[in-house]
Nanobody, 121 residues
Framework: QVQLVESGGGLVQAGGSLRLSCAAS????????MGWFRQAPGKEREFVAA???????YYADSVKGRFTISRDYAKNTVYLQMNSLKPEDTAVYYC???????????????WGQGTQVAVSS
């Protein structure tokens, strides 16, 4: 059974940093893409970043230059380093995975339970 477990969320002031982690289990993810989406109250789930099996990285324009996605193949873990956080980054952040990178949430099969990120102004 595939499981994705996020951690690392919390409350931070604007301009601060957080590092999210997502540990995957239940299959080998080294040849799959892994990604992060977020969902703010009253809004749709939106693409944040993804990393392909080749380690190619993809980012939403809103986070480019501030967030960095990386993965540890041996640990089946993906990370999201978030710097220069803004209040508009406040959301529940979800880890996800599929065979190739897509930017629409409906295309993903596996999801974690989410971790809350709150950025105060």
């Amino acid at each position: 059974q595939v499981q994705l477990v996020e951690s690392g969320g919390g409350l931070v002031q604007a301009g601060g940093s957080l590092r999210l982690s997502c540990a995957a289990s239940g299959r080998t993810f080294s040849n799959w893409a892994m990604g992060w989406f977020r969902q703010a109250p009253g809004k749709e789930r939106e693409f944040v970043a993804a990393i392909a099996w080749s380690s190619n990285q993809y980012y939403a324009d809103s986070v480019k230059g501030r967030f960095t996605i990386s993965r540890d193949y041996a640990k089946n873990t993906v990370y999201l380093q978030m710097n220069s956080l803004k209040p508009e980054d406040t959301a529940v952040y979800y880890c996800t995975s599929r065979t190739v990178v897509k930017t629409q949430a409906r295309d993903y099969d596996y999801w974690g339970q989410g971790t809350q990120v709150a950025v105060s102004s």
